[in-house]
Structure formats: structure tokens, C-alpha cells
């Protein structure tokens, strides 16, 4: 019997930018919330199956609106898992991932800029979506 194969293309409708902070989630979440004016919520930790079938949790707070969606993960897995696979495993230096997408979506610039004047953040910079391997972890 033949075996078919069913290949799909995701859209990749969303902008990454990486965070360098040495600030708890719940804080870095905070401060967002303050300087942006929306509202991230804790969120019950993203589930990941990697290609070697070990699974990882990651700290994921969000915010929607009609228009937009903005989600803040935590890059590395939470402590208890014995998994230690990156969410984005090609930036292991970051600490916190944002991820912006919608019709209306945040404009990147003005995004890193608000995030750059938080006094927890080290650093901001932009994660180009056509390089990354593990983009398709974004999708849910």
C-alpha cells in the first residue's frame, strides 16, 4: 500500500523579538503591562513536543484584543522539566521572547522601543522569522 504524505504551509503572520532580562516573568509581564498599556495575563504553560519526542513547558503570558495579539514566553523550560531544549534554540542568550500579531499588529519599532526604556531590560532586538528553524513552535 502506498503512503501519502500531507504537507502543510503554515502563514507565519506574527513578528519575534527577543528580551534579555534578568526579571522574573510575572515581572518583566508587569512592567510590560505599565509601559504599553495592555494587559498580559499569566496563561497555562506552553506544551512543546521536540523531534526527539521530549516534551517541554514554558512560561507564556498573553494579551488579545480584537485587533491584536501579544504573547511573552519565557525562552528557556521551567525548572521542573527535565527537558533543557530552548524555545529558540538559535538565540540561546535570550530570555524572554515577544511575539506580536494581528491585523492591527503593535509596529516592531515602537514595540522595541517601549521595551527598551523598561529599566529590566538588558536588551531587545529583533528575531528574523526567514532564519529560524523552530519558528513553527509559535504556531497555537
Known amino acids: 500500500m502506498k503512503k501519502k504524505r500531507l504537507d502543510i504551509e503554515y502563514s507565519y503572520d506574527f513578528e519575534l523579538l527577543g528580551v534579555i532580562s534578568s526579571a522574573k516573568g510575572y515581572k518583566l509581564a508587569w512592567d510590560i503591562n505599565n509601559r504599553l498599556g495592555v494587559r498580559l495575563v499569566k496563561q497555562p504553560d506552553v506544551i512543546i513536543q521536540f523531534n526527539n519526542n521530549i516534551m517541554g513547558t514554558y512560561a507564556h503570558f498573553s494579551h488579545e484584543?480584537?485587533?491584536?495579539?501579544?504573547?511573552?514566553?519565557?525562552?528557556?523550560?521551567?525548572?521542573?522539566?527535565?527537558?533543557?531544549?530552548?524555545?529558540?534554540?538559535?538565540?540561546?542568550?535570550?530570555?524572554?521572547?515577544?511575539?506580536?500579531?494581528?491585523?492591527?499588529?503593535?509596529?516592531?519599532?515602537?514595540?522595541?522601543?517601549?521595551l527598551r526604556s523598561i529599566s529590566s531590560v538588558e536588551l531587545v532586538a529583533f528575531i528574523p522569522l526567514d532564519t529560524l528553524k523552530s519558528k513553527d513552535y509559535f504556531i497555537f
Open 65 to 114: 484584543s480584537p485587533l491584536n495579539r501579544l504573547k511573552l514566553l519565557r525562552n528557556k523550560p521551567n525548572e521542573a522539566d527535565a527537558a533543557k531544549n530552548l524555545l529558540v534554540p538559535e538565540f540561546p542568550h535570550i530570555d524572554y521572547v515577544v511575539s506580536s500579531q494581528g491585523a492591527d499588529k503593535f509596529d516592531i519599532n515602537h514595540l522595541q522601543d517601549y
